[in-house]
């Protein structure tokens, strides 16, 4: 279980903070994390990495907090993000000098996915492509099996093959209390995979809940026109996506389909965002809603 209580983080006295009062509490499942860029979901994945240390406030993992980075604890979390690099010759090297201080490192995985990208472990990294190298990274940190795994935009530069097997190695890799926490704006790539979402705007949490909770409280649907209740609406292609209260659909015959990341990222910067999140922390009780909105 990660727990964020009240973090702040800021580079310098002469930036703006980068996280602002952060609290959040993160359990086992893949979890969507989702902002535009300068939001801070790349510092917020780099302190519960323990790579950075907050300014105020503290991140734990099962109660022990980042700020010790006790070797026994950073081994439990790895991140990869697009500034990582790859620090030795190639991945065999690195399974032999760094993947062995891992307790559940497995070898025949890493095997395995590299082969499914078509990766020798000898290959210099050097020599690669940086869409091989990312490939490479990728199913070198998975396969280390470590309780936490930070993936900061894993599908950048992947073609639709690559992105295919990646969303296959996740599916896998995830045990009952992994801790997967995926930040990107590719949101159709893996949206069918995550159990918990996360928002995150102008350096502040925004929004943090399970996909259950989404699911009880918000219905996605689509049309060609407008539906009286609609929380949010937008087209694209020619069609009408709308966000409804569920009771709301279930009193029209409407039915809803999963969960739309991006339409509901949209409402939430949107002047509809406190009403959506309302509806979706009960703020709003079902019951109360105006359907004339």
Request: glycine share 8%.
């Amino acid at each position: 279980m990660i727990k964020i209580n009240s973090v702040d983080f800021s580079y310098g006295k002469k930036f703006e903070p980068a996280l602002r009062d952060i609290n959040a509490t993160i359990g086992p499942g893949m979890h969507l994390l989702l902002g535009e860029n300068g939001a801070g979901k790349t510092t917020l994945l780099k302190i519960i990495a323990g790579l950075l240390l907050p300014t105020s406030g503290e991140c734990m993992i099962d109660g022990t907090s980042t700020k010790q980075k006790l070797p026994t604890e950073m081994l439990r979390t790895v991140y990869l993000g697009p500034d990582t690099t790859a620090p030795m010759r190639d991945i065999a090297t690195m399974a032999s000098h760094h993947a062995c201080f891992y307790p559940d490192f497995d070898m025949n995985l890493l095997n395995r996915y590299l082969d499914k990208f078509g990766i020798s472990p000898t290959q210099r990294l050097s020599d690669m492509s940086l869409g091989t190298c990312h490939k490479a990274m990728l199913a070198y940190v998975i396969s280390l099996n470590t309780e936490v795994l930070l993936l900061d935009e894993p599908a950048n530069g992947l073609d639709i093959e690559s992105k295919q097997v990646l969303q296959k190695m996740l599916i896998e890799s995830a045990f009952d209390e992994r801790i997967i926490i995926v930040s990107t704006h590719n949101i159709a790539d893996m949206q069918n995979l995550y159990d918990g979402l996360l928002v995150m705007a102008g350096s502040r949490m925004l929004l943090q809940t399970d996909t259950e909770r989404i699911d009880s409280r918000l219905a996605f649907v689509q049309g060609f026109s407008e539906i009286q209740g609609s929380l949010f609406s937008e087209w694209t292609g020619g069609a009408l996506r709308s966000i409804l209260p569920t009771h709301v659909a279930e009193e029209m015959s409407l039915s809803g389909g999963p969960i739309d990341f991006q339409l509901l990222y949209s409402a939430l910067h949107s002047p509809r965002c406190k009403e959506t999140l309302d509806i979706i922390n009960d703020a709003i009780p079902f019951e109360n809603y105006d359907n004339k909105h």
